[in-house]
C-alpha cells in the first residue's frame, strides 16, 4: 500500500526561498508610468475597478472526495475486503489493491 507522504518533501530548496526574500523589488516592478501626462498609475488598478465576478452557485458542480479513512474499515467495492484507506474509481470507493493507479 502507498505510504502518505508529507507536503515537506514537494518544496523546493530553503535556501533558493531566502534567496528571494532578500531581494527587493524594483521601484519600476510596482508601478506603471504613462510618459505624456507624468502620471503614474500603481500596477493592476485597473482589476479594483473591475466588478467581480459571481458565479451561481446552481451552475457549479459540487467537489468530490477522491479518498477516504475509517478507523474500523469499511468494504472494498471491489472486492469487498475491509480497508481503513479507500479511494474513489468510477464513483465508489476501493482499497490500494483494487485501485487502478
Known amino acids: 500500500m502507498p505510504t502518505d ?17 532578500d531581494e527587493a523589488p524594483s521601484p519600476e ?6 510618459t505624456e501626462s ?14 467581480p465576478v459571481v458565479l451561481d452557485p446552481s ?9 477516504s479513512w475509517s478507523a474500523d474499515g469499511a468494504a472494498c ?3 469487498g475486503e475491509q480497508a481503513t484507506t479507500r479511494w474513489r474509481q468510477d464513483g465508489d470507493y ?5 485501485k487502478e493507479w
Open 29 to 34: 516592478s510596482d508601478t506603471e508610468s504613462d
Open 38 to 51: 507624468g502620471e503614474v498609475a500603481a500596477a493592476g488598478s485597473d482589476e479594483e475597478d473591475a466588478e
Open 59 to 67: 451552475t457549479v458542480d459540487p467537489a468530490e472526495p477522491t479518498y
Open 94 to 98: 476501493v482499497c490500494a489493491d483494487c
Open 5 to 21: 507522504r508529507s507536503l515537506d518533501e514537494f518544496v523546493g530548496d530553503a535556501a533558493d526561498d531566502d534567496a528571494d526574500a
Open 77 to 79: 467495492a471491489a472486492c
